[in-house]
């Protein structure tokens, strides 16, 4: 598999406190790469920064071998986009005018159709709801709606940070699903979750962040059979001898 993404050496600061810490990681093409760790480790800030939102003080992302422009709509140009957290659907538009948003940079009309048909087709409720406001849909449709809007700029990178936050457990497997459906039709995936288990399950590959850092890596299954990451991300209790 050829090298993606690269993320080298990267710090991040907000005002007088540092985010990120010399977080270097890869994602190969056609992976799931994983990242879990607890709340304020600087999962989200990665993602803001690798979209364009967050600039970085030092260290350089790699896209394809080049840098990656820090412009967000640059990086959506070059194939990457991102499923926020919170979801951040347009709620006074519909279903169908979120989805359209999300090709905003493409020109193909018949293609785009052709795409909207496949979201659709992933996900039934959004067709059901298609004139429905986004801001009347349940939190589990607006996460769909979410990840369908990505998948309308054709990306080669989908980074999806907290895809199953607040969802009921049928919900939840049911995202995990599409997840694992969505890197089937060869689109690579860079998952940031809090549910730990599953996202350990579906990557390939996975990193632990911790205050800032990359503190352990591996791949999803080895770090579910960790005994560090058990006790801190799985909830399993180590035995003591």
């Excluded at 801001?135 to 990306?155: C, V």
């Amino acid at each position: 598999m050829s090298r993606l993404l690269e993320v080298k050496n990267l710090h991040v600061s907000y005002g007088g406190v540092q985010a990120l810490r010399n977080v270097s990681l890869h994602v190969d093409e056609g992976e799931v790469v994983t990242m879990i760790g607890a709340n304020g480790a600087g999962k989200s800030t990665l993602l803001n920064t690798i979209s364009g939102l967050v600039h970085a003080g030092e260290g350089e992302i790699l896209y394809n071998g080049e840098p990656l422009s820090d412009r967000p709509y640059r990086v959506v140009a070059q194939g990457i986009v991102q499923v926020p957290e919170g979801r951040q659907v347009f709620a006074n538009l519909t279903v169908r005018e979120n989805l359209q948003m999300g090709a905003f940079l493409r020109s193909d009309q018949a293609e785009i159709e052709k795409d909207l048909h496949r979201v659709y087709e992933i996900f039934p409720r959004l067709q059901e709801r298609t004139k429905q406001y986004a801001g009347s849909l349940s939190g589990g449709e607006q996460q769909m709606l979410a990840m369908g809007r990505a998948l309308m700029s054709r990306p080669k990178l989908i980074l999806m940070d907290e895809p199953s936050l607040g969802l009921a457990p049928l919900l939840v497997q049911e995202i995990f699903n599409v997840v694992r459906e969505i890197n089937a039709e060869g689109v690579t995936v860079l998952l940031v979750e809090q549910n730990a288990r599953k996202a350990l399950a579906v990557a390939n590959r996975a990193y632990v962040l911790e205050t800032g850092e990359v503190i352990r890596e591996g791949s999803g299954q080895e770090l579910l059979k960790d005994p560090v990451v058990q006790e801190a991300y799985l909830g399993t209790k180590r035995s003591v001898k």
